[in-house]
């Protein structure tokens, strides 16, 4: 088999397209870079629908823990600090098993049991809990003048909110929040080892990785492809990322602009 039609049969499996059953020997590269690569799908899936949902979330929640009021500070400030305290590897389990249970009860939350949807849930909620808390810490951090000049402007409620706050908000947390966003990609290789069970071994990037390894007893090989597929996913994130950070900053003089820096979370 060529790799070309290595690639046409299982470039799209992970998804339910192509051939369903895996190689048993004589694995090339090719099919370790074609099933990696085909796994890395449910990976941007999970990390892009998390990141694009939980980025208004996580303004709310942001908003809620800045409120004076407590009957809105109190739950955000809860839901930050249970999201935060506990282990995303731990959520996922305690997750699956209540979404099981509801499942039981009510067979509307069937669809929850799935990786596609309930380990969505999950990703959504624990990005937004340490978004909020990057965006509660730039909302703190907005100069005074800024919104004394809003007021001189005469401008209040969500004019104000819209035109001054939110926008310098974002400006200032933007380089934290990349990294947030780097690490939501990299926790997605939890969601088929924490409960979330794999149908038809249509599994995410470290799945397939991991299948290789088991059956060539060499780790060394299908590991650095993955780590490869996230360097390259990384440096998107970066580039995307960048050019946004460049956005919020354009009406700053050139000395003034900070120049987005990542810096890796050994631990979260």
Same mark, same amino acid.
């Given at each position: ?62 908003? $809620? ?36 249970? /509801? ?129 390259? /996913?990384?440096?998107?994130?970066? $580039? ?29």
């Amino acid at each position: 088999m060529s790799c070309w039609e290595t690639i046409a049969d299982y470039g799209l499996r992970s998804i339910g397209i192509g051939e369903r059953l895996l190689p048993r020997n004589d694995f090339t590269l090719c099919q370790q870079f074609t099933l990696i690569g085909s796994g890395m799908i449910w990976n941007i899936y999970f990390g892009v629908l998390a990141l694009c949902s939980g980025f208004f979330l996580a303004t709310a929640v942001a908003m $809620g823990k800045a409120a004076r009021h407590p009957l809105i500070r109190k739950p955000s400030e809860w839901f930050i600090f249970i999201f935060r305290g506990s282990p995303l590897f731990i959520q996922f389990f305690f997750a699956y098993f209540l979404f099981l249970n /509801l499942k039981s009860i009510y067979p509307v939350f069937s669809p929850l049991t799935s990786a596609g949807a309930g380990a969505l849930v999950v990703l959504f909620l624990n990005t937004a809990a340490y978004s909020g808390e990057i965006f509660y810490g730039a909302l703190k951090s907005i100069p005074k003048g800024d919104i004394e000049a809003a007021d001189a402007y005469g401008l209040s409620g969500w004019a104000r909110f819209r035109r001054v706050i939110w926008p310098t908000m974002l400006r200032l947390a933007w380089p934290a929040y990349t990294n947030e966003a780097i690490f939501l990609f990299h926790a997605t290789t939890l969601v088929f080892f924490a409960g979330f069970p794999i149908f038809r071994q249509s599994g995410d990037a470290l799945y397939y990785a991991n299948y290789f390894a088991d059956k060539t007893f060499n780790p060394f090989v299908p590991y650095p492809i993955l780590a490869g597929y996230f360097i390259l /996913l990384t440096l998107v994130v970066i $580039g995307l990322f960048g050019l946004i950070n460049t956005r919020l900053n354009r009406h700053l003089p050139q000395e003034k602009r900070k120049r987005l820096r990542v810096r890796p979370q050994i631990i979260r």
